[in-house]
């Protein structure tokens, strides 16, 4: 798994709430057998016109956010199906940190399976975020994932949770089968204790 | 027996706490996993990961795949004409040939949603824990079974390890006393619900479903509302599990050889009295009327006597961008009857609604009619068991009649991965589980109800009150 320390990149604001995973990699895109390849696909839908062309009103799509990696999101943002692709679409694209007042449980789940941070603020924290984002120009945020926080360059320095497991998982770019399969033997002990 | 050593559980607490393989603090729980469920959408990347790491699939007999997402509804003994989703459906098969896994492929009459054959077949039983790359799993709750969805790192996780690792959620009560009056189902009952609580009231919970209306449903209606906690937020629904249940698995074809024993075992499950739920939702059934949704969540939802809301309803400022921006997608204002909405489609399927008593519901209200002029109306049965028992009954006759489009077993047009779906601007009455934009096709605009509702819409070619039905 991609390893995640800290990152600064350009913010992008989608003020939506219940951004589902059908939006974010709509399902014609789910017939590939490949793991990459998805960004170009993301939120399909919506960066479309119906004649195939670019919508240039599209959040993603307007001049200021080329090279955006930082979403900030909503609440509920992906919610619906467990399509892991949906964080490959993101994470393809250039996405590295998602923020939010919540994310969908698998939606969450997924994005630290591929080297992403999901962050959850307060609603009240993330409303200041939209705000600074649409106050600044080239508004970009630094999530560091040693200590939990998230700052600007316009004296920002707020503190995030995240479990200490996950932390350390996505600190060090741990491969969870690796992990579990450490422990193979209570696995082993658990099956035969319970193959009655 | 609860005692001061072993204080009084939730039937969630008992499941989590007989699959613990190891827990300790500060790390996730590496939680025991019974039943894997495989289709063809969210597995090939996860066998090619074993492929890769060259490691096996640890259990193959805990492990049963179908391909349902993404294949036609249309004569199986044709090619199937997308290069990519043939592809799709190859590699499952080619993987399970591999890896030896048990597959029911597209000429097994046992082929189906992947939640529909697994109660069907005896796979799903009490006290299991299941999973699947699929976020319905929480249909398998209905069983008093800890069920739910997993990305394809966590299914890979599940083939290499037959465990996960879990963070342990909290357990939310939501109760429902009382009766539910004539013509309202467990498709209303749910809906109603993920009304109440909002699409994310059950984030970061395990529901268990309580009270007289919940335990006077059939198995196949628990199946309806357990599948649908997701779209409140919970990754996994349950209802403990009783006669109606042990009577509904009897004699299906996986279930336990000693089944008696297994049926006393399975008497052990429920929540003690004086368990504690985190949190707990009272409902009375007498409140829900027949329900119809007019948004973009499954939230977005009133009754069929209703209107349909304006933004200026909501008093949040989220809510309303939501609401007038669910609006203008669905191509309403606000304020319209709901039983004014005219329908292009019906579509009657998905791991919600496609299992026999659907179809029943569906055929009692179309028997002797004729669907709308106007109205394109299908039915894709759940499974391939279903189709057969609904042609055993002769249903398939009483549809076909009416001009419902009879189809093969598969997801369909609950999702449109497949050739089924919608046009930009067509306007669907589903009984499927998610009215997202474009979930039944670009521009599509969906309603979620129940089957009978589904029917009477299709005949009538606008929603009518199920209620007033002659």
């Known amino acids: 798994m991609k390893a995640f320390t800290k990152h600064t990149g350009l913010v992008v604001a989608m003020d939506r709430a219940n951004v589902d995973t059908d939006q974010i990699i709509p399902k014609q895109f789910l017939k590939r057998i490949e ?86 603020l307060s609603e009240e924290m993330v409303d200041d975020l939209f705000a600074r984002a649409a106050q600044h120009d080239s508004y970009q945020l630094t999530a560091n994932l040693e200590d939990c926080t998230l700052s600007d360059a316009h004296s920002l320095s707020v503190s995030f949770e995240v479990e200490p497991f996950r932390q350390n998982c996505l600190l060090n770019g741990l491969d969870d089968i690796g992990l579990t399969l450490e422990h193979e033997d209570k696995i082993t002990a658990y099956e035969a204790a319970h193959s009655k | 027996m609860p005692t001061a050593a072993n204080p009084p559980r939730t039937l969630f607490e008992k499941l989590w706490d007989n699959h613990i393989v190891y827990a300790e603090e500060g790390r996730q729980t590496i939680l025991y996993i019974d039943l894997h469920l495989v289709h063809e959408v969210t597995s090939a990347q996860a066998f090619e990961g074993l492929r890769l790491a060259n490691r096996p699939v640890r259990c193959p007999a805990k492990t049963v795949a179908t391909a ?167 990754r996994a629904g349950m209802i403990a599990p009783d006669e109606t249940t042990f009577e509904y698995l009897r004699g299906r074809q996986f279930v336990p050889k000693d089944y008696e024993s297994a049926v006393e075992r399975w008497r052990q499950l429920p929540t003690d009295d004086n368990a504690k739920y985190d949190k707990s939702l009272k409902f009375q059934a007498a409140d829900i009327a027949p329900q119809v949704t007019w948004g973009t969540n499954p939230g977005l939802v009133v009754s069929v006597n209703d209107c349909v809301p304006k933004p200026s309803d909501y ?26 909405i005219q329908l292009d489609r019906v579509f009657i399927g998905s791991c919600t609604n496609a299992r026999i008593e659907d179809l029943r519901a569906a055929a009692d209200i179309a028997r002797g009619h004729k669907v709308s002029e106007h109205v394109q109306a299908m039915i894709v049965p759940g499974s391939g068991l279903v189709k057969q028992q609904a042609e055993a009954e002769g249903l398939d006759r009483v549809f076909k009649e009416a001009g419902f489009d009879w189809r093969e077993a598969g997801c369909s047009m609950c999702l449109a991965m497949n050739p089924d779906k919608l046009s930009p601007g067509e306007r669907c009455a589903s009984t499927s589980n998610r009215n997202f934009e474009g979930r039944q096709g670009k521009g599509g605009r969906t309603h979620l109800v129940s089957p009978a509702m589904a029917a009477a819409a299709a005949i009538a070619g606008h929603f009518v009150d199920i209620r007033d039905w002659k």
């Not at chain 2, 739910?148 to 790192?153: D, K, L, N, P």
């Not at chain 2, 993920?194 to 699409?199: E, F, L, N, P, V």
């Not at chain 2, 198995?219 to 357990?226: A, I, K, L």
């Not at chain 2, 989220?318 to 609006?327: D, F, R």
């Open chain 1, 35 to 120: 793991r990459t390849g998805f960004g170009e696909f993301l939120f399909w839908d919506w960066a479309k016109l119906d004649d195939g062309s670019t919508d240039p009103e599209f959040e993603l799509n307007r001049p200021e956010a080329a090279g955006a990696s930082v979403l900030l999101a909503r609440r509920n943002f992906g919610c619906g199906s467990s399509r892991e692709h949906a964080p490959w679409a993101l994470e393809d694209y250039g996405f590295r940190v998602i923020i939010a007042p919540s994310f969908a449980d698998i939606f969450y789940n997924n994005c630290f399976k591929n080297g992403m941070l999901p962050i959850r």
């Open chain 2, 68 to 234: 349902d997402h993404n294949i036609p509804t249309t004569d199986r003994s044709l090619p199937i004409v997308d290069v990519i989703s043939k592809l799709q459906i190859d590699t499952l098969r080619n993987n399970c040939q591999q890896f030896d896994i048990t597959h029911y492929d597209l000429n097994d009459p046992r082929q189906g949603i992947v939640h529909v054959i697994g109660p069907e077949l005896g796979y799903t039983q009490p006290g299991m824990t299941i999973v699947c790359g699929d976020s319905h799993t929480s249909t398998h709750g209905a069983f008093g079974a800890l069920a739910f969805g997993i990305g394809t790192s966590e299914v890979e996780h599940v083939l290499a390890t037959q465990t996960l690792l879990q963070v342990k959620p909290q357990t939310l009560e939501l109760r429902v006393d009382g009766t539910l009056r004539p013509g309202v189902t467990a498709k209303d009952l749910v809906l109603y619900l993920i009304g109440k609580i909002t699409t994310d009231g059950g984030t970061g919970y395990c529901v268990e479903y309580t009270g007289e209306a919940i335990r006077a449903l059939s198995m196949e209606n628990r199946m309806t509302v357990c599948n649908m906690s997701i779209e409140g937020g919970a």
């Open chain 2, 315 to 340: 008093s949040d400022a989220t809510e309303q961008k939501t609401a007038a921006s669910a609006l203008e997608y669905m191509g309403l204002t606000g304020g319209e009857r709901i039983t004014d």
